[in-house]
């Protein structure tokens, strides 16, 4: 079973700048794929960005050029580095495989004004 705990979120201006964590409890990261995904309201979870254990990273349309993933092994922690972020970018934000198959935790809110 994994069980992740993300934080780093709260309230941002447009232009602003986040880094979020997950702390991923498994005996295998080094073997995970992990994701970011994000639940804006009134709209369906998506997948925002990946990384796998050798580091090779994948990004929504929406978000290249501005969000960086990246992982710590050894602290098992998969971080989101967001930039010049969007009222756009509004929403919960979960880590977790990137087809959702672990248990979703709460989630951490990035809520970014206009």
């Known amino acids: 079973q994994v069980h992740m705990t993300e934080s780093g979120g709260g309230l941002v201006q447009a232009g602003g700048s986040l880094r979020l964590s997950c702390a991923v409890s498994t005996d295998h990261f080094s073997l995970t794929v992990v994701s970011w995904h994000r639940q804006a309201p009134g709209k369906q979870r998506e997948l925002v960005a990946s990384i796998t254990p050798a580091n090779n990273t994948g990004y929504a349309d929406s978000v290249k050029g501005r969000f960086t993933i990246s992982r710590d092994s050894a602290g098992q922690t998969v971080y989101l580095q967001m930039n010049s972020l969007g009222p756009e970018d509004t929403g919960v934000y979960y880590c977790?495989?990137?087809?959702?198959?672990?248990?979703w935790g709460q989630g951490t809110q990035v809520t970014v004004s206009s």
């Open positions: 977790n495989s990137p087809a959702g198959r672990w248990p």
